[in-house]
């Protein structure tokens, strides 16, 4: 904290008071103060005592954390807060006025509005229905989604520097891959970061394989288990990080994600979550639809998730009227789409933020939630955690940025990965004229969910909390193409291709990951 700006300081204490924890702990404070037990000459002692002794530094400790991990750029001087590339601001300006074309359009086709209060009747319909929203009778043939990685895809492929010499672009990228701006990402050669996936690091996917079912395997999983309970025990969010990265046991998962993410269900987020819900008994927004379609089509149609279907609607329902998920904004890329109010003519003072959250939700959105239904059984928890995930790492993932951890930014990792480590595959699709980001930007865009078996999605995602990055997602598709590197060379089509990579849910991602950067010299 020393080295922190004035202004930095004040950003974490605003933040800090905004919360429940700061609250807790000033009331407490303040009964120590009117305690007539408490001399002044003694005040202090106590005060420290109660911090101490009450768990509250620790809580404190994780808050601040929590801003950090959310702001890693806190202390450079960009010239533009939301992104420091001019063309790539531009690029995400034109994106966002495509999507809400689009939403206006179907709207105008389908000759209904994007939002309208619902009828009493109708409120208590849809209250009664909330725990078996499956069961809506519902027509929605005729809405689409709004978007689909393919037409992000398309946007990033298009996407071009005004800022620097085309001559200066990465030449393997510029001759070989289909994303031509020179971002910096980081280079994986002879660099330690993912040491824990190093074949000779026992890591939970592998060393604790049910199938082996030796003293070996069961040992190390027992280590990990009791490991993970003192990581719990001592409420330490960056400690829970570090434990992370040899992966989380499955009956402790879910709160050691809650730890690492600083998610607390209190008395004033389960409150604040009837709140959402009422929102959405008052008022039918177009994006509900979205919502009912987008899970009709992906998680109702999957083995692993469509029993999940109505706590699903839930959530996505919730979410999109948490003006809490705008904060957001003010480190990304990205502006929160707005609307004119019923009856007015459209001037800056008459429009508001459409939804409330500021998300327009792609096709397979809902996917990004899919998996925590596995972790929490209280929709408060699970939504908490599925928030704090979205804010802090999945917006990124349908965001045109130049961030490290953008989309952009891993689709050109895969592809520079994928070139230094297979060059032989890269000629091949080349020559063939075959795209490997039309499958790529599937996995990317959401996160690999859906596509891999549940329990390897939870392991990956153990990843990207571990080490607080996306920057996993791009490595793993590059191992994947290197796994599957014998049959791709006998794709001489797109069509061909893409079917050889339809179905990746067999794949075990640990030890894939392992024998990539290993076999590499990456790590």
């Avoid at 002794?53 to 991990?69: A, F």
């Avoid at 709160?255 to 993410?261: A, H, P, S």
Wanted: hydrophobic content about 40%.
């Amino acid at each position: 904290m020393n080295n922190w700006s004035p202004s930095v300081l004040k950003a974490v204490m605003n933040d800090l008071e905004n919360s429940e924890v700061y609250f807790e702990l000033v009331t407490k404070l303040q009964d120590l103060i009117i305690d007539p037990n408490v001399t002044a000459e003694s005040l202090e002692a106590n005060m420290r005592q109660v911090v101490e002794e009450s768990g509250y530094k620790q809580k404190i400790q994780n808050l601040v954390y929590r801003y950090l991990m959310r702001h890693p750029n806190l202390n450079e001087t960009l010239p533009n807060a939301k992104d420091p590339l001019d063309f790539i601001l531009k690029a995400q300006s034109n994106w966002e006025r495509r999507m809400y074309k689009s939403l206006n359009n179907m709207c105008n086709e389908l000759g209904i509005a994007l939002s309208r209060k619902r009828p009493v009747s109708e409120q208590k319909e849809l209250e009664a229905k909330w725990t078996e929203l499956g069961t809506e009778d519902m027509d929605l043939t005729r809405f689409r989604p709004v978007y689909s990685p393919k037409d992000f895809l398309e946007v990033l492929v298009n996407i071009r520097s005004s800022n620097t010499l085309q001559a200066n672009i990465n030449q393997s990228v510029a001759l070989w891959g289909q994303i031509k701006v020179s971002l910096k990402v980081k280079d994986y050669k002879n660099r330690n970061e993912y040491e824990e996936l190093s074949t000779n690091v026992s890591h939970l996917g592998v060393d604790d394989c049910p199938v082996l079912n030796t003293d070996t395997s069961n040992s190390f999983l027992h280590e990990r288990v009791t490991l993970g309970k003192k990581v719990l025990q001592a409420g330490d969010a960056l400690l829970a990080r570090e434990f992370s990265k040899r992966g989380c046991p499955s009956s402790l998962r879910g709160e050691l994600w809650r730890l690492i993410l600083c998610v607390e269900t209190t008395d004033a987020e389960c409150l604040k979550f009837q709140h959402l819900k009422s929102c959405v008994f008052q008022h039918d927004l177009m994006i509900d639809k979205l919502i009912f379609k987008d899970v009709h089509l992906t998680a109702s149609n999957d083995d692993q998730y469509f029993v999940f279907e109505d706590l699903l609607y839930q959530i996505l329902l919730v979410f999109s009227r948490d003006t809490y998920v705008l904060d957001h904004f003010e480190y990304s890329s990205a502006s929160p789409p707005k609307a004119p109010l019923r009856g007015k003519t459209g001037q800056e003072e008459d429009m508001v933020v459409y939804p409330p959250n500021g998300v327009i939700p792609f096709h397979g959105f809902s996917m990004y939630v899919a998996p925590l239904c596995y972790l929490y059984e209280d929709p408060v928890t699970l939504y908490l955690v599925y928030r704090e995930l979205y804010c802090r790492f999945f917006f990124r993932l349908h965001t045109v940025s130049s961030h490290t951890q953008g989309a952009l930014a891993l689709c050109l990792l895969f592809e520079l990965l994928l070139q230094e480590t297979e060059p032989e595959l890269c000629h091949h699709l080349a020559s063939h004229d075959i795209q490997p980001l039309k499958v790529v930007i599937k996995w990317i865009m959401r996160a690999y969910s859906g596509y891999l078996a549940a329990d390897q999605i939870l392991l990956l995602w153990d990843q990207v909390l571990a080490y607080n990055s996306l920057e996993i997602l791009g490595v793993l598709a590059a191992a994947i193409f290197s796994f599957r590197k014998p049959i791709l060379l006998q794709a001489e089509n797109q069509a061909t291709f893409g079917g050889m990579l339809v179905d990746v849910s067999s794949l075990r991602i640990i030890p894939l990951l392992q024998g990539f950067l290993g076999t590499s010299s990456l790590i």
